[in-house]
Structures are given as structure tokens and as C-alpha cells.
């Protein structure tokens, strides 16, 4: 093998993070410790992602097995090179406690650099990549589909224009606009030598920037601000069927995706029900934990939702909507469990994902591909607020979803910056 060629150590938890990540590696050597392998037996019964994502993996690690001996190495598409390699004995660094299967797995990476290999550290763990760098390795996280969030698209930008220019937009509706921008990108025309502005949104086959509608309020829920206004101008726009709405806590995500999907069930009826879910990450444990039937159990996890719907109902004052169990037993409202969206075809309504940044790149795909025909898929979140080990700022899937679908005329994002929830939980948003 040429010396160029470079070998890439793959952790357990880049499997869990991407079941296909070995196809990442073109044209080097992928050696996959069996240890790895003992991990993967371990989690495959697992009835979460994490279960599916070690399935996966060793069905295709499988597939690669048929075509050649894994321990002398299969040659894969990309011109990978694919071994499975156990770990020597011996030669632990004294320091290091051989029973820990993380240990085991840098030991083999460790052998394989004493051999004279190019070799990498391929892993999802800090602590693990730490631990590879203080032995001598090069250790480096999984990179694929992974976004700078710093530079993440916002949704909107603020451009100084003339007085004509906002007249034109206020009497016409529109003004063409000649300089190339994103699909459903809000652009904020500033009068550059006074304090007047207007809101618009480019549309990409017109070349325009059209005027939007001001919205007094949505389901008695009043925008406070103009990323809100936006927010809304998206959440009630019949042609776009996927909206992400990405902000720290207290920005009205949640709230603004709800108080829409609330009127356009309830008063346009144009969804046949607003079906909300979010991840089930609660420090660690599981749903099963919790005693009760499974309306009982996710009741304590989508509190949050019950409450912001409580205060859209106290806000919207119909005489007809009673209280939430009403709507609830009525079915215009749905709860559901992610684990159990999987699998279903979902026409005609409209979908809430929250906190949608504990999701990987792999379940955001799962759950956006069950919508059926008519129906808006809402996801929010807030990236610098992730409880899964395997996932951060730059690669969840609420990030790589925004950044993969920007420009496409079904797809509309905003970026909320400031807290409207209080003065109190905007200090702590920004300061804690």
C-alpha cells in the first residue's frame, strides 16, 4: 500500500453517529478494531436510533464480508480499503486501564502507527480523541455533514435602499432586484438616512424583493419583532411546506410554530391536525422509564408544548376552544413520540418537531420523508442546547438541514436573536 495512502481508525460512536461513515474515506485504508465490532453486537438490540444505527452498520459491514477476507482487507468502492483488526496485547501504556474497550480500540490505533502507518483517530468522543492526541495520534472528529454554525445562513439581511425604492415596494407590493440571492431570504430595506425600513422576501424566478404582509396577530399571539414578523410570514405561506426556525430560549420559537399551526387547523382548516413531538432526551434516560401508558409517560416531556398551547388558548379566547384536553380528545391536536413517527405516512397536517437539535442529520431525513402530501413540516431548535453525546453545534441535524435546503422553494428559515420571554431569560440565554 503507498505510503500516501492514510488509515482511518473508526471509533463506535462515528457508527452510531452515521451508520455508512466508512464510505466517507476514498481512496485510504478503513480499519475497524473488533472491539468495535463487541460494541455494535452490544447496542443493536437497542430499540432507539442508536440500536437502528448499529443494525445498519453491521449489515454493511456484513455486505463487505462477502467480497473478501476482512482481516487481510476488501477493497470497497471508492478504492477503500476495509480490515478488521483485533487489538494487540501488550504495550499498553501503563497509565491506561486495559479492561475499557476505549482503551483497547487506541491500543490498536497506537500498534498500527508503531508499524509506520499514516494513522488517524476517527471519533465522535472529546474525551477519547483527548486521550488518542496524549498518546501520540492523530485524532480528529467525523466531519461529514458537519456545518461551521457560525456562519450558519440566517434567513435574512439588512440593505440600505433609497426612499423610492421603499415607496415603490409599499405601493406596488414589489421591486425587481438584481442582485443574486437565496430563495426565500428576508431582506430588510433600510432608508439609509432616517429610521424608516420594510420587510421583504426575495423570490428567486421573478427576481424580486416582495413587500411582506404586517401581521397584528396570529391565534392571539402578537410578533414582537421583525424576526418574528418574518417567522410568521413563513409559518402561514401555503407554498412552503418545510420551515426551520433556529434561536436561543426565549426567541418564541416553539410559541410562533404553534399559535400557526393552531390557526391554520382550527380556523383555515387547512391541515387536518397539528401533530407535535420532540426528542426524548432527558438526562440519559428513557422513555419506559416513566410509569403509565404512553400518554401518561410523554405528557411529562411535552410539558413545555402543553404549556406555550395553554397560553395560545388563554390568549386566543374562542368561545368554542374550551381547554387543551378538548382539543385533544377531538384530535386536532396530537402528541407523538418521535420512536413511533418512524414508519407512518403523514398527509394533511402540520407537523412540529421541537427541539429538533438533539436530532442527527439521519432522523431529521427519517421524520421530514414522512410527510405525505399537504402536509408543513416546523422544526425549531436552539444548536448551542444539545443533550445528545454524539452530536454539537456544527453537526446535528436541525444545523445540516438549514444549510442543505437554503435556496429551495419549498424550504423557508429564520434565525431568531432576541428574547422576548423576559429580561431575566434573556440575560441567562446570553450569559450562563
Given at each position: 500500500?503507498?505510503?500516501?495512502?492514510?488509515?482511518?481508525?473508526?471509533d463506535t460512536n462515528v457508527f452510531i453517529h452515521r451508520p455508512d461513515a466508512l464510505l466517507s474515506f476514498r481512496d485510504n485504508e478503513v480499519v475497524i478494531p473488533l472491539w468495535v465490532l463487541e460494541e455494535l453486537d452490544r447496542l443493536k438490540s437497542s430499540r432507539d436510533e442508536r440500536g437502528r444505527n448499529a443494525r445498519h452498520a453491521v449489515r454493511l459491514l456484513d455486505e463487505v464480508s462477502r467480497h473478501g477476507n476482512l482481516q487481510e482487507g476488501v477493497r470497497m468502492e471508492n478504492n477503500i480499503t476495509l480490515r478488521v483488526v483485533l487489538a494487540p496485547q501488550g504495550n499498553m501504556p501503563a497509565d491506561l486501564d486495559q479492561h475499557k474497550t476505549d482503551n483497547k480500540i487506541l491500543l490498536t490505533a497506537l500498534s498500527l502507527q508503531r508499524q509506520g502507518k499514516q494513522?488517524?483517530?476517527?471519533?465522535?468522543?472529546?474525551?477519547?480523541?483527548?486521550?488518542?492526541?496524549?498518546?501520540?495520534?492523530?485524532?480528529?472528529?467525523?466531519?461529514?455533514?458537519?456545518?461551521?454554525?457560525?456562519?450558519?445562513?440566517?434567513?435574512?439581511?439588512?440593505?440600505?435602499?433609497?426612499?423610492?425604492?421603499?415607496?415603490?415596494?409599499?405601493?406596488?407590493?414589489?421591486?425587481?432586484?438584481?442582485?443574486?440571492?437565496?430563495?426565500?431570504?428576508?431582506?430588510?430595506?433600510?432608508?439609509?438616512?432616517?429610521?424608516?425600513?420594510?420587510?421583504?422576501?426575495?423570490?428567486?424566478?421573478?427576481?424580486?424583493?416582495?413587500?411582506?404582509?404586517?401581521?397584528?396577530?396570529?391565534?392571539?399571539?402578537?410578533?414582537?419583532?421583525?424576526?418574528?414578523?418574518?417567522?410568521?410570514?413563513?409559518?402561514?405561506?401555503?407554498?412552503?411546506?418545510?420551515?426551520?426556525?433556529?434561536?436561543?430560549?426565549?426567541?418564541?420559537?416553539?410559541?410562533?410554530?404553534?399559535?400557526?399551526?393552531?390557526?391554520?387547523?382550527?380556523?383555515?382548516?387547512?391541515?387536518?391536525?397539528?401533530?407535535?413531538?420532540?426528542?426524548?432526551?432527558?438526562?440519559?434516560?428513557?422513555?419506559?422509564?416513566?410509569?403509565?401508558?404512553?400518554?401518561?409517560?410523554?405528557?411529562?416531556?411535552?410539558?413545555?408544548?402543553?404549556?406555550?398551547?395553554?397560553?395560545?388558548?388563554?390568549?386566543?379566547?374562542?368561545?368554542?376552544?374550551?381547554?387543551?384536553?378538548?382539543?385533544?380528545?377531538?384530535?386536532?391536536?396530537?402528541?407523538?413520540?418521535?420512536?413511533?413517527?418512524?414508519?407512518?405516512?403523514?398527509?394533511?397536517?402540520?407537523?412540529?418537531?421541537?427541539?429538533?437539535?438533539?436530532?442527527?442529520?439521519?432522523?431529521?431525513?427519517?421524520?421530514?420523508?414522512?410527510?405525505?402530501?399537504?402536509?408543513?413540516?416546523?422544526?425549531?431548535?436552539?444548536?448551542?442546547?444539545?443533550?445528545?453525546?454524539?452530536?454539537?453545534?456544527?453537526?446535528?441535524?436541525?444545523?445540516?438541514?438549514?444549510?442543505?435546503?437554503?435556496?429551495?422553494?419549498?424550504?423557508?428559515?429564520?434565525?431568531?436573536?432576541?428574547?422576548?420571554?423576559?429580561?431575566?431569560?434573556?440575560?441567562?440565554?446570553?450569559?450562563?
Amino acid at each position: 500500500m503507498s505510503n500516501t495512502v492514510k488509515t482511518f481508525i473508526i471509533d463506535t460512536n462515528v457508527f452510531i453517529h452515521r451508520p455508512d461513515a466508512l464510505l466517507s474515506f476514498r481512496d485510504n485504508e478503513v480499519v475497524i478494531p473488533l472491539w468495535v465490532l463487541e460494541e455494535l453486537d452490544r447496542l443493536k438490540s437497542s430499540r432507539d436510533e442508536r440500536g437502528r444505527n448499529a443494525r445498519h452498520a453491521v449489515r454493511l459491514l456484513d455486505e463487505v464480508s462477502r467480497h473478501g477476507n476482512l482481516q487481510e482487507g476488501v477493497r470497497m468502492e471508492n478504492n477503500i480499503t476495509l480490515r478488521v483488526v483485533l487489538a494487540p496485547q501488550g504495550n499498553m501504556p501503563a497509565d491506561l486501564d486495559q479492561h475499557k474497550t476505549d482503551n483497547k480500540i487506541l491500543l490498536t490505533a497506537l500498534s498500527l502507527q508503531r508499524q509506520g502507518k499514516q494513522v488517524f483517530f476517527v471519533s465522535k468522543d472529546i474525551n477519547a480523541r483527548l486521550k488518542a492526541t496524549a498518546l501520540g495520534l492523530k485524532a480528529v472528529d467525523y466531519e461529514k455533514q458537519k456545518i461551521n454554525f457560525h456562519e450558519l445562513f440566517q434567513g435574512y439581511i439588512e440593505i440600505d435602499a433609497s426612499q423610492e425604492t421603499l415607496s415603490q415596494i409599499r405601493s406596488e407590493g414589489s421591486v425587481p432586484w438584481n442582485d443574486r440571492l437565496i430563495q426565500n431570504q428576508f431582506v430588510v430595506l433600510k432608508e439609509s438616512r432616517g429610521e424608516e425600513r420594510c420587510i421583504s422576501r426575495y423570490r428567486d424566478t421573478e427576481g424580486i424583493l416582495e413587500g411582506i404582509k404586517q401581521i397584528p396577530s396570529v391565534s392571539g399571539i402578537k410578533p414582537l419583532n421583525q424576526e418574528q414578523q418574518m417567522a410568521f410570514d413563513l409559518l402561514l405561506d401555503d407554498s412552503i411546506a418545510l420551515v426551520s426556525l433556529v434561536g436561543k430560549a426565549g426567541t418564541g420559537k416553539t410559541l410562533l410554530a404553534l399559535a400557526a399551526g393552531f390557526n391554520q387547523v382550527l380556523v383555515e382548516k387547512k391541515y387536518s391536525r397539528v401533530l407535535v413531538s420532540r426528542p426524548i432526551i432527558p438526562m440519559g434516560k428513557d422513555i419506559g422509564y416513566l410509569p403509565g401508558a404512553k400518554d401518561e409517560k410523554l405528557s411529562h416531556w411535552m410539558q413545555p408544548v402543553f404549556d406555550n398551547l395553554d397560553y395560545i388558548i388563554s390568549a386566543y379566547k374562542n368561545q368554542n376552544i374550551k381547554n387543551l384536553d378538548s382539543l385533544i380528545a377531538r384530535k386536532l391536536i396530537e402528541v407523538e413520540a418521535l420512536t413511533y413517527i418512524r414508519g407512518r405516512s403523514l398527509p394533511g397536517q402540520y407537523i412540529i418537531i421541537d427541539e429538533a437539535q438533539n436530532l442527527s442529520p439521519h432522523e431529521i431525513k427519517t421524520i421530514v420523508s414522512r410527510a405525505g402530501s399537504g402536509t408543513k413540516v416546523v422544526l425549531t431548535g436552539d444548536p448551542y442546547q444539545i443533550d445528545s453525546p454524539y452530536l454539537d453545534a456544527n453537526s446535528n441535524g436541525l444545523t445540516v438541514c438549514v444549510e442543505a435546503l437554503k435556496g429551495q422553494s419549498l424550504f423557508g428559515h429564520i434565525t431568531l436573536h432576541k428574547s422576548e420571554r423576559s429580561r431575566l431569560a434573556e440575560l441567562a440565554a446570553e450569559l450562563l
